[in-house]
């Protein structure tokens, strides 16, 4: 049986750091595979990644060195395994600047982390492009033509071509190829963070701190500063996105000799900003519509809104006749509405009943609606917590079993699963005015593994539907009520 990723960091970190662990967790993961952990000893706090993707490792390892060199904020390296599949880093803490900005909203304090951002971008992307080896990148070296093409492919196969809007494919690539095209002819082209957006800049101290850079490569300038000025989910106002981009022009004229061309720069930065916005729409479709992750389903509306505003408040610059046409369409209210989940309101009538039971007492499944049951899955293929000594004590409510569930079962998968069935009911349900739904998950004792399954779907639909739910966890004798 393979090791778990969790075990080979456990055994890993314990081999190198000879001090007691008072916490160890597993951190949420993002849209790629590397798997971080947040350990916490007597001394210290440290971030332990493990990635299969040697590769990666190696070009975020030399990335960071080669940073840590000009004084970037990047994290500080502590230890690499041999295999190259884990290595431990510094903990910047768990406050980013999203968290900031969505604490405080557009306040004196907030806007100074973000010019202190930029001003520490300037000095990576400039500083750091000397003498960095570039064939370290992952992907392509530079952020040219054939990269551009790469990003608007990206946005057509995972994003417009779900949709099913008739279009001209050829005049389309036409327009591809235009912009991509234009935009490959700018002044200044340095190292380019790549996904260089307010999640990704970490606050210690009152300083701001980099991670997640590996993409990197060379290119414009105007890249990072759009990502990062147009993230959907920060949904930063005008003045600041305006404000903003002057600020970090002036932080480019402290570093070059000679001053940018203030209105070509502009110029150039919105074809970013549009390169920005399709690239990020075709990640969330692939996030989303492909790997069904909740979080990039629920940020499409978001990123549509962003390109609507974008598209009606900017000029391109170059005539892209097919592409505008498809643009007017996508930013459309009948669109944006398809990703906008359905959501109760305080009239609906709807309750969902949720309950957890044992297969060996399923008489206690109590169904008062006379609908026979509604779902009822069937979690004794996942593997058994219970059949550990040291969970036996426990329920699917306590972290160790959480953790055990999450990390080392097939759970997850699971439970994607059940949202994807359960959603079309529920969305059914509240558009015809019915008033029960019932969804319960057994296991052999009704401990475990039901238990958590129970509690997982109570928190996504109260999330995702803002639905009534009455919860019941039978062998444990809980009973609780959700919503309004």
Same mark, same amino acid.
């Given at each position: 049986?393979?090791?778990?990723?969790?075990?080979?960091?456990?055994?890993?970190?314990?081999?190198?750091?000879?001090?007691?662990?008072?916490?160890?967790?597993?951190?949420?993961?993002?849209?790629?595979?590397?798997?971080?952990?947040?350990?916490?000893?007597?001394?210290?706090?440290?971030?332990?990644?493990?990635?299969?993707? =040697?590769?990666?490792?190696?070009?975020?390892?030399?990335?960071?060195?080669?940073?840590?060199?000009?004084?970037?904020?990047?994290?500080?390296?502590?230890?690499?395994?041999?295999?190259?599949?884990?290595?431990?880093?510094?903990?910047?803490?768990?406050?980013?600047?999203?968290?900031?900005?969505?604490?405080?909203?557009?306040?004196?304090?907030?806007?100074?982390?973000?010019?202190?951002?930029?001003?520490?971008?300037?000095?990576?992307?400039?500083?750091?492009?000397?003498?960095?080896?570039?064939? $370290?990148?992952?992907?392509?070296?530079? !952020?040219?033509?054939?990269?551009?093409?790469?990003?608007?492919?990206?946005?057509?196969?995972?994003?417009?071509?779900?949709?099913?809007?008739?279009?001209?494919?050829?005049?389309?690539?036409?327009?591809?190829?235009?912009?991509?095209?234009?935009?490959?002819?700018?002044?200044?082209?340095?190292?380019?963070?790549?996904?260089?957006?307010?999640?990704?800049?970490?606050?210690?101290?009152?300083?701001?701190?980099?991670?997640?850079?590996?993409?990197?490569?060379?290119?414009?300038?105007?890249?990072?500063?759009?990502?990062?000025?147009?993230?959907?989910?920060?949904?930063?106002?005008?003045?600041?996105?305006?404000?903003?981009?002057?600020? $970090?022009?002036?932080?480019?004229?402290?570093?070059?000799?000679?001053?940018?061309?203030?209105?070509?720069?502009?110029?150039?930065?919105?074809?970013?900003?549009? =390169?920005?916005?399709?690239?990020?729409?075709?990640?969330?479709?692939?996030?989303?519509?492909?790997?069904?992750?909740?979080?990039?389903?629920?940020?499409?509306?978001?990123?549509?809104?962003?390109?609507?505003? !974008?598209?009606?408040?900017?000029?391109?610059?170059?005539?892209?006749?097919? $592409?505008?046409?498809?643009?007017?369409?996508?930013?459309?209210?009948?669109?944006?509405?398809?990703?906008?989940?359905?959501?109760?309101?305080?009239?609906?009538?709807?309750?969902?009943?949720?309950?957890?039971?044992?297969?060996?007492?399923?008489?206690?499944?109590?169904?008062?609606?006379?609908?026979?049951?509604?779902?009822?899955?069937?979690?004794?293929?996942?593997?058994?917590?219970?059949?550990?000594?040291?969970?036996?004590?426990?329920?699917?409510?306590?972290?160790?079993?959480?953790?055990?569930?999450?990390?080392?079962?097939?759970?997850?998968?699971?439970?994607?699963?059940?949202?994807?069935?359960?959603?079309?009911?529920?969305?059914?349900?509240?558009?015809?005015?019915?008033?029960?739904?019932?969804?319960?998950?057994?296991?052999?004792?009704?401990?475990?593994?039901?238990?958590?399954?129970?509690?997982?779907?109570?928190?996504?639909?109260?999330?995702?539907?803002?639905?009534?739910?009455?919860?019941?966890?039978?062998?444990?004798?809980?009973?609780?009520?959700?919503?309004?």
């Amino acid at each position: 049986m393979a090791v778990a990723p969790e075990d080979s960091v456990r055994a890993y970190f314990n081999k190198v750091i000879k001090e007691e662990v008072l916490r160890f967790e597993k951190l949420p993961r993002s849209g790629g595979d590397r798997i971080y952990f947040r350990i916490v000893t007597p001394s210290k706090s440290y971030i332990a990644t493990y990635n299969d993707n =040697i590769r990666e490792n190696e070009t975020f390892l030399y990335f960071t060195s080669h940073f840590s060199g000009i004084q970037a904020p990047v994290p500080k390296i502590y230890s690499v395994d041999t295999g190259k599949k884990m290595y431990l880093q510094e903990d910047f803490g768990p406050v980013s600047l999203l968290n900031e900005l969505e604490k405080h909203g557009e306040d004196d304090y907030v806007y100074g982390l973000f010019q202190k951002s930029l001003k520490a971008l300037a000095h990576l992307q400039i500083r750091g492009n000397n003498h960095l080896d570039y064939n $370290y990148c992952l992907t392509a070296k530079e !952020f040219g033509k054939q990269a551009i093409l790469s990003d608007l492919l990206y946005f057509k196969y995972y994003f417009l071509d779900t949709l099913k809007i008739p279009y001209d494919k050829e005049k389309l690539l036409d327009d591809f190829d235009a912009l991509s095209n234009y935009l490959t002819h700018v002044e200044h082209k340095y190292f380019m963070f790549r996904d260089f957006q307010s999640r990704n800049i970490y606050i210690a101290n009152g300083e701001v701190r980099f991670i997640d850079y590996q993409g990197g490569m060379k290119g414009a300038l105007q890249y990072d500063v759009a990502s990062l000025l147009w993230q959907a989910r920060a949904n930063l106002s005008k003045g600041w996105k305006d404000s903003l981009l002057e600020y $970090y022009m002036d932080c480019l004229n402290g570093i070059f000799k000679q001053p940018v061309d203030r209105n070509r720069f502009a110029n150039q930065y919105n074809g970013y900003v549009l =390169i920005r916005l399709m690239q990020v729409l075709g990640a969330y479709g692939f996030r989303g519509l492909f790997e069904r992750k909740a979080q990039f389903l629920t940020a499409i509306p978001l990123a549509l809104r962003n390109l609507k505003w !974008f598209a009606q408040n900017n000029v391109m610059g170059i005539a892209l006749p097919e $592409y505008e046409r498809l643009l007017n369409i996508i930013v459309g209210d009948d669109i944006i509405n398809r990703f906008v989940p359905l959501q109760a309101e305080v009239s609906t009538p709807l309750v969902v009943k949720v309950c957890s039971f044992s297969y060996k007492h399923p008489e206690k499944l109590k169904d008062e609606s006379g609908n026979g049951g509604g779902f009822m899955f069937d979690c004794r293929g996942i593997l058994n917590p219970g059949r550990y000594e040291e969970y036996k004590a426990f329920t699917g409510r306590d972290k160790s079993v959480i953790d055990f569930l999450e990390q080392k079962t097939k759970m997850p998968e699971f439970l994607n699963g059940v949202y994807n069935i359960v959603d079309i009911s529920v969305e059914d349900y509240i558009r015809r005015g019915f008033t029960s739904l019932m969804i319960s998950f057994g296991c052999t004792g009704g401990q475990h593994r039901s238990v958590y399954a129970a509690d997982a779907i109570t928190r996504y639909l109260s999330n995702k539907f803002k639905v009534k739910i009455e919860l019941s966890h039978y062998e444990q004798n809980i009973f609780e009520k959700r919503g309004f």
